[in-house]
């Protein structure tokens, strides 16, 4: 049972560029939470997908948005990007609201 | 300041001995969570506690939750250099059971 897969591992992107990063989650889940996490820090919750609808929203700006697909896979999308936004990103799966959140192994985005 | 926060920061054991960290919340827990992670990677769930008094355990390591307090513990008995890593709590504190709440996470090193 494969569980909660992201690509590409890492990503070198410059100041004003966009980047998709995507997440399939783990088997049997259709809810897809997406967090950033930034060095020495705890993640932070960017947002939540469910029924490919955005559930809930962190404190992000609208330069960060998203997608969920039928199959419950989902992208993570941040345009115009600084050099803050350098970071691990990690998506998380569960099923609906009555499981634990898995999460994936991560996406390294350092912006130059 | 942190909605969660854990202690002690950092912490070096020596292979054998038994350690304890906390994670306290400035909020209601509806739900506290501990993961582990390795630098740069993803996190690995440990354990769950939605309860008031709550202790689960699995191999060497056992956590509680103190509702009145609202905090948490989790202990590690023996440790091993397996053990080290970073340990993160992540918390429901909205009670509507969708984004978790981080602290900073602990990290922990175990000297052979």
């Known amino acids: 049972d494969a569980g909660v897969t992201q690509s590409p591992t890492h990503l070198i992107k410059t100041r004003g560029q966009q980047v998709t990063l995507r997440c399939s989650p783990k088997?049997?889940?259709?809810?897809v939470s997406w967090y950033q996490q930034a060095l020495g820090q705890g993640p932070q919750f960017i947002f939540q997908y469910y029924e490919e609808e955005e559930r809930q929203r962190g404190n992000f700006p609208d330069r960060f948005s998203g997608h969920q697909f039928p199959n419950y896979s989902s992208e993570l999308n941040v345009n115009a990007l600084l050099l803050g936004d350098s970071a691990l990103y990690l998506c998380?799966?569960?099923?609906?609201?009555?499981?634990?959140?898995?999460f994936g192994p991560g996406t390294r985005l350092t912006v130059l | 300041s942190q909605e969660l926060e854990q202690s002690p920061q950092s912490l070096i054991v020596q292979e054998g001995k038994n350690l304890t960290i906390n994670c306290t919340s400035s909020?209601?827990?509806?739900?506290l969570y501990w993961y582990k992670q390795k630098y740069g990677e993803g996190l690995i769930f440990l354990m769950m506690l939605q309860k008031g008094g709550e202790e689960k355990s699995h191999e060497k390591i056992t956590a509680k939750l103190d509702e009145k307090k609202q905090q948490s513990s989790l202990h590690i008995t023996a440790s091993q250099p397996s053990h080290a890593g970073i340990y993160l709590c992540?918390?429901?504190?909205?009670?509507?059971?969708?984004?978790?709440?981080f602290g900073k996470g602990i990290t922990l090193s175990v000297r052979p």
């Open positions: 992540g918390a429901d504190i909205t009670g509507a059971n969708s984004k978790l709440t």
């Open positions: 088997s049997g889940h259709d809810t």
């Open positions: 998380a799966s569960r099923r609906d609201l009555t499981d634990t959140q898995y």
């Open positions: 909020k209601t827990l509806y739900g």
